[in-house]
Nanobody, 116 residues
Framework: QVQLVESGGGFVQPGGSLKLSCVYS????????MGWYRQAPGKERELVAR???????NYADSVKGRFTISRDNAKKMMYLEMNNLRPEDTAGYSC??????????WGQGTQVTVSS
């Protein structure tokens, strides 16, 4: 059984930083992509950042230069370092892993709230 568990969310003031972690377990056959998504109340879920095969990374325009995605394959971990956080970054953040068959596995999410 595949499981993804996020941690590291919380409350932070504007300009602050947080680092999200995602650990995955179980047999995920041939991971082709790993990523972080977020969904704010009343809005659609959006891609924040992802790592593809070959370590190519993609970021949403709104987080470029502020967020960094990374991974540790040996530990089956994925991270999202978030700097200079803004109130509009407030959302539930989820990690996801895609296998070679195009199937996505999701974590339950962790809340990030940016407010003064």
């Amino acid at each position: 059984q595949v499981q993804l568990v996020e941690s590291g969310g919380g409350f932070v003031q504007p300009g602050g930083s947080l680092k999200l972690s995602c650990v995955y377990s179980g047999n995920i056959f041939s991971v082709t992509a790993m990523g972080w998504y977020r969904q704010a109340p009343g809005k659609e879920r959006e891609l924040v950042a992802r790592i593809l095969v070959g370590d190519q990374t993609n970021y949403a325009d709104s987080v470029k230069g502020r967020f960094t995605i990374s991974r540790d394959n040996a530990k089956k971990m994925m991270y999202l370092e978030m700097n200079n956080l803004r109130p509009e970054d407030t959302a539930g953040y989820s990690c996801a892993v895609r296998n070679v068959f195009g199937h996505d596995y999701w974590g339950q999410g962790t809340q990030v709230t940016v407010s003064s």
